[in-house]
């Protein structure tokens, strides 16, 4: 009685046409398939390092908001438009002065969005009471890809 692995073989050794043809159309599958990976992670890469500053934007305003929202809570405003996003850092020697602002600050320091310009903020904000944002990597109002706006109402 023959075994599996003697079916598989003819009378010389080799494997059966048949068989042959199955593992080339598994390997040019195979092939196909890590092709098409490493096109997709190209893309990827090449779209990312932009992504990444967006997200790194967010992740500040997020921040900046909960420091904004704390200041709030403690003076029961938000800084005025002349007092800025500084108040979260120095105290405001401008009225209204804050009785309550917390000893050492709301944030250590302020930080610059990925693209090194300084966070905006206004107050009144257009999209809610307050807006923080970033122009992005051109740095002017409005466009599209890389260049939108990140701002706190996102």
């Known amino acids: 009685m023959k075994t599996r692995t003697d079916r598989r073989t003819d009378i010389a050794g080799q494997r059966s046409g048949d068989q042959q043809g199955f593992a080339f159309k598994r390997v040019i ?8 990976l490493t096109t997709l ?8 390092p932009e992504g990444v500053k967006r997200g790194a934007a967010k992740q500040d305003i997020d921040m900046i908001m909960e420091a904004l ?12 438009q002349e007092q800025g996003l500084r108040a979260l850092t120095e105290k405001p020697a401008t009225n209204p002065v804050p ?20 966070y905006r903020y206004l107050n009144p ?3 809610s009471e307050i807006d923080v944002f970033s122009y992005g990597a051109d740095a002017k109002q409005g466009g599209e890809g890389n260049d939108a706006d990140t701002g706190s109402w996102e």
């Open 29 to 36: 599958v195979v092939v196909a398939m890590l092709g098409l």
């Open 41 to 48: 992670v190209a893309l990827k890469i090449m779209s990312g």
């Open 69 to 80: 929202t704390r200041y709030h809570r403690d003076n029961g405003r938000y800084p005025t």
């Open 99 to 118: 009785i309550f602002w917390k000893d050492g600050g709301y944030l250590q320091r302020l930080p610059n969005d990925p693209w090194g310009n300084a």
């Open 125 to 127: 904000g257009v999209h």
